[in-house]
């Protein structure tokens, strides 16, 4: 069989025969294993969580019901919570991410204080056309930074070589109250991004942010995609606070 979009792949027959409602669910593991990024007791946020494989693994990497945490998703579409690899602690809403203000998301945190992983599965509608799919991936992966990080991603960018800050602030909600994002301090970060000269510069706006940064391209991709993970652990200390 091959890897082609449609075919009913290695990946593709392992969700069915193990219970994940996408073979996607395999990226997932793949970085768990690699990186734990969500230990036991962890707050998840899963920005474009449908279908629901994400929440699954995210859910397992909780650990039992007694060690705590929680999993968020969040998609345009309704998502019903999977009932295998699922509890009471996943729960999902239906909003559109790219308006989604930030003290609304971290209204929804567990206590109101963030969340210690962020899941950006998001992927626009590919058409085809390379880099108009690609500008839109970086769309929404800095859209997920943002949400985040919140200002820090916009000054971050601004940052001259030196590395002073020119405190350009983004045209985002970051203008009014909305400075700080809801990734708690030492919180890790995914993000799904096309590969192109753009998501790298999305790599370099996010690097002096976080302790460690990485890129993985996991084993269920397609041969055909372009997909390609960032990876952004140990959130750091907002230094302007």
Do not use: W
């Given at each position: 069989?091959?890897?082609?979009?449609?075919?009913?792949?290695?990946?593709?027959?392992?969700?069915?025969?193990?219970?994940y409602v996408a073979r996607s669910a395999f990226k997932l593991l793949q970085i768990q294993k690699q990186h734990k990024l969500i230990k036991a007791g962890s707050s998840v946020l899963d920005l474009g969580c449908a279908p629901g494989a994400w929440l699954q693994v995210a859910c397992q990497s909780l650990g039992p019901p007694k060690d705590g945490g929680s999993v968020l998703g969040i998609d345009l579409k309704k998502v019903k919570v999977?009932?295998?690899?699922?509890?009471?602690?996943?729960?999902?809403i239906?909003?559109?991410v790219m308006t989604l203000p930030s003290h609304q998301l971290r209204a929804l945190s567990p206590k109101q204080k963030g969340f210690s992983v962020i899941l950006s599965d998001m992927c626009p509608s590919v058409s085809g056309i390379?880099?108009?799919?690609?500008a839109l991936s970086v769309e929404l992966g800095m859209r997920a930074l943002y949400l985040a990080v919140g200002r820090r991603a916009a000054l971050s960018v601004y940052a001259d070589e030196d590395g002073?800050?020119?405190?350009?602030?983004?045209?985002?909600?970051?203008?009014?109250?909305?400075?700080?994002?809801?990734?708690?301090?030492?919180?890790?970060?995914?993000?799904k991004l096309l590969e192109s000269e753009d998501a790298k510069e999305i790599g370099q706006i996010s690097k002096p942010l976080f302790t460690k940064s990485s890129w993985l391209r996991p084993k269920a991709t397609r041969p055909s995609s372009?997909?390609?993970?960032?990876?952004?652990q140990g959130l750091k200390p907002d230094e302007d606070k």
């Open positions: 069989m091959g890897g082609g979009a449609g075919a009913p792949d290695f990946f593709y027959k392992e969700a069915q025969r193990l219970g999977p009932p295998l690899h699922c509890d009471s602690r996943v729960k999902t239906s909003a559109d390379t880099t108009k799919d690609a002073n800050q020119e405190g350009k602030q983004s045209d985002d909600d970051s203008s009014t109250s909305e400075k700080s994002g809801v990734l708690k301090v030492g919180g890790n970060l995914l993000i372009r997909e390609i993970y960032l990876i952004c």
